[in-house]
């Protein structure tokens, strides 16, 4: 259990960040950050805590909580980003890998640290058995689950000032990265989220009509 020094560690951290702004405004200032340093403005101990909240307010099918985070942090960190870049390498042809290599290290490897989203497998496999009706249905639920995961992290990591972005690298490092760290099996990796203090301006993103992405019907 957290410490009283703990948690008033972690109120000064959040305090000193500047959150709780409402959605709307943590919904505009969630961005893809593609130029993180690694120096942040709250404690590894805030991040955790940050995690810590995510897994347990964000809902899950029949509550079966099945995502599971891994933060990288310091050698990890680096660790994990170099892993990318070998496989990169085996893959690519010179000019690919350097640009591949550029913007892995300024955007990705330059920063704070990596947060791991997986789904464990057994828990999926546990629900198809338990309802079987809808056991064709709880993978794509899985990924549902993991998707509200990936959106509330970004969302408090904006809230943290603290810039990040969701990447796909897994089918090249999941092997090797369960190995290394000795993680389950049964853990699907399915996406990275690099995160730190970001130096680029808050991109623009430019939208649809709502004509085009929203219908009503009275």
Request: net charge neutral; proline share 3%.
């Amino acid at each position: 259990m957290a410490t009283p020094a703990f948690h008033l560690l972690i109120y000064q951290d959040l305090k000193n960040a500047s959150m709780n702004r409402s959605l709307e405004e943590l919904l505009k200032k969630r961005r893809s950050r593609y130029k993180l340093e690694k120096e942040i403005a709250v404690s590894d101990e805030c991040i955790v805590e940050l995690l810590q909240e995510c897994v347990k307010h964000v809902p899950s099918t029949f509550n079966s909580q099945s995502t599971r985070l891994v933060l990288l942090l310091g050698d990890s960190h680096n660790r994990f980003w170099q892993t990318v870049l070998k496989s990169i390498a085996g893959i690519t042809v010179p000019e690919a890998y350097e640009k591949s290599k550029q913007k892995i290290e300024t955007a990705f490897a330059a920063g704070h640290g990596t947060i791991l989203f997986f789904e464990d497998s057994a828990t999926t496999e546990k629900l198809k058995k338990e309802y079987p009706l809808y056991a064709d249905e709880f993978q794509r639920y899985s990924e549902h689950t993991s998707a509200m995961h990936q959106i509330v992290m970004w969302l408090l990591l904006a809230d943290a000032n603290i810039g990040a972005s969701l990447q796909h690298y897994e089918q090249l490092v999941e092997k090797d990265i369960k190995r290394h760290f000795s993680l389950p099996h049964g853990w699907k990796l399915i996406a990275e989220m690099p995160f730190g203090n970001a130096t680029d301006s808050l991109p623009q993103k430019s939208l649809l009509s709502f004509d085009e992405t929203i219908r009503i019907f009275n």
